[in-house]
């Protein structure tokens, strides 16, 4: 078995796999490429994955002679290993062109982001590990913009009041926005649509925001669901009344494969006070701040609204070797002992993650879409 292993380009500066990942399948009987350069910007040298027991070769070179490539983001038009294994991060509900042509190219592919959420699939999850890293890093930046201290003081030169932290979505991400803004001092609120949560907040330190009436949301596997008209009202006024009192709030709610919940509204930005942040992390799929530009900032009322939807690619030493674990764990699916390709499709991570196969599509949710746009 070989697997290759492509350099990232523009902004990422993650790698797929660190040279401390290599000897895991190098005991499997594989054979590992690295293109050149590929750990450059995640402090992983040429010379220490050949150390690590990997080979460095040029990208047409692992394109033509690997079984299974491994990249982050979704392949260009010529990192596309026809007839190959693909495994990568296609967020393949919204990236429908791609997806048809790595069926038309007879590409097997597997997407990580559609990894199924139980127990067992914890280990290949890489939606919760960079969401945790996202969750951290956006903290850091919110109190680095931020013109106040996070926490309270009290000195000679009088008192500092601590800031207020507003977090809306208590998922993985915003979980731990609220863990690292309780650290640095701040008071912190939170709101989310699952009532599931609430606990969860409390116990981390944050005051959880209730919204009555609330859509049963037990049988959507940890995920949240559309709300009524009128929920969606009630919801507006109370995160409205709690963003103009806060110093920085952060967005993370999304709902997968839709646009993320508009909860921001430009009324709200206006009644904000001045040198408030606001970091919005579902920048990617639409933001959940009116205002919000995808990977830009913007000042807008003396707001500073911050729509870096990649923080990950921010501290990609730790992020390498969250998602390098992720990406071993599934490999480790695939791979037996003696370096044989393995793929059993009746194993739910292995069925649940494959996009394309056999020059077809494999994904029911995939192919639904695709259907509906070309209807
Ligand atoms: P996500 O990124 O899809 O969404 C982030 C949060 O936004 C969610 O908590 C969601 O409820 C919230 N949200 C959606 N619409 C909203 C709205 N209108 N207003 C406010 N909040 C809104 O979620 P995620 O972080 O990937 O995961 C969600 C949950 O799934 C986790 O908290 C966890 O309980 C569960 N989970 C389970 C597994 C597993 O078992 N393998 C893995 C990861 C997550």
Do not use: W
């Not at 931020?146 to 993985?172: C, Y």
């Not at 949240?224 to 006024?237: F, G, I, L």
């Amino acid at each position: 078995m070989t697997v290759g292993v492509l350099r990232e380009g523009g902004e990422e500066n993650r790698v797929a796999l660190l040279p401390e990942h290599i000897p895991f399948l190098v005991k499997k009987n594989t054979t590992v490429l690295i293109e050149s350069d590929a750990g450059a910007s995640s402090c992983a040298s040429n010379v220490e994955y050949v150390d690590a027991g990997a080979a460095i070769q040029t990208r047409d070179y692992i394109l033509k002679n690997s079984d299974i490539v491994l990249k982050i983001n979704p392949p260009e038009e010529d990192q596309i290993p026809k007839g190959k294994i693909l495994i990568s991060i296609l967020n393949p509900l919204t990236n429908t062109q791609l997806v048809k042509k790595l069926a038309s190219s007879d590409v097997t592919s597997f997407s990580l982001d559609m990894t199924p959420r139980t127990t067992r699939a914890q280990a290949v999850d890489i939606l919760s590990s960079m969401a945790t890293i996202a969750g951290y890093k956006a903290v850091l930046v919110a109190a680095s913009k931020l013109p106040n201290f996070f926490p309270m003081f009290m000195s000679a030169s009088g008192t500092i009041r601590p800031s207020k932290v507003l977090i809306l979505g208590a998922g993985v991400a915003g979980l731990q926005s609220l863990a690292t803004s309780r650290k640095l001092g701040a008071v912190v609120e939170v709101f989310d649509v699952r009532r599931a949560v609430k606990e969860e907040v409390q116990s981390l330190g944050g005051k959880f925001i209730e919204v009555e009436g609330a859509k049963d949301d037990s049988a959507a596997g940890g995920y949240a669901v559309e709300q009524t008209e009128e929920y969606q009202k009630k919801q507006a006024e109370l995160i409205h009344q709690h963003a103009i009192k806060s110093n920085v709030v952060i967005c993370t709610a999304q709902i997968p494969g839709k646009k993320a919940p508009l909860l921001i509204t430009k009324a709200t930005v206006d009644a904000m006070m001045p040198g408030s942040v606001i970091i919005d992390m579902a920048a990617g799929s639409g933001g959940n701040c009116e205002l919000t530009r995808k990977d830009e900032t913007i000042i807008y009322n003396r707001v500073r609204i911050i729509g870096n939807s990649n923080y990950p690619s921010k501290m990609p030493v730790d992020a390498s070797k969250m998602l390098g674990k992720n990406y071993l764990n599934f490999m480790d699916l695939l791979i037996d002992q003696e370096g044989n390709l393995n793929l059993d499709f009746d194993d739910e991570i292995i069925a649940g993650t494959c996009i394309t196969k056999d020059g077809e599509i494999c994904n029911e949710r995939v192919k639904e879409i695709i259907s509906f746009e070309e209807s």
